[in-house]
């Protein structure tokens, strides 16, 4: 079990960006968000997208940090990436 998130690079809304999800189950991935205020709107279909002032207290509570290359690597492995095709 682990929650992950990247470096905030993507920027939107005046904003730096990461991203989360887990390298285990989508349950694992929202009980962990919930419980640290990330709103349900910023989940897209494998992740959510958390902003960069959120990430300190995202890494305090347990998420590890990783670079976005391994993130999506073990999000593949998971079995919980969904492609780019598959998103429409």
């Not at 690079?9 to 285990?24: E, K, M, N, Q, T």
């Not at 709107?41 to 305090?60: N, Q």
């Not at 919980?80 to 598959?86: E, K, Q």
Request: glycine share 6%; aromatic share 6%.
């Amino acid at each position: 079990m682990t929650v992950l998130v990247d470096d905030p690079i993507w920027p939107a809304h005046g904003r730096l960006w990461a991203h989360l999800v887990s390298d285990d189950s989508l349950q694992e991935l929202h009980a962990f968000a919930r419980s640290h205020d990330v709103p349900a709107r910023a989940f897209d279909l494998d992740h959510y997208d958390v902003p960069e002032d959120l990430i300190p207290r995202l890494l305090a509570a347990g998420a590890q940090h990783v670079g976005g290359k391994e993130l999506v690597r073990r999000l593949i492995a998971s079995g919980l990436r969904v492609p780019a095709r598959d998103r429409r």
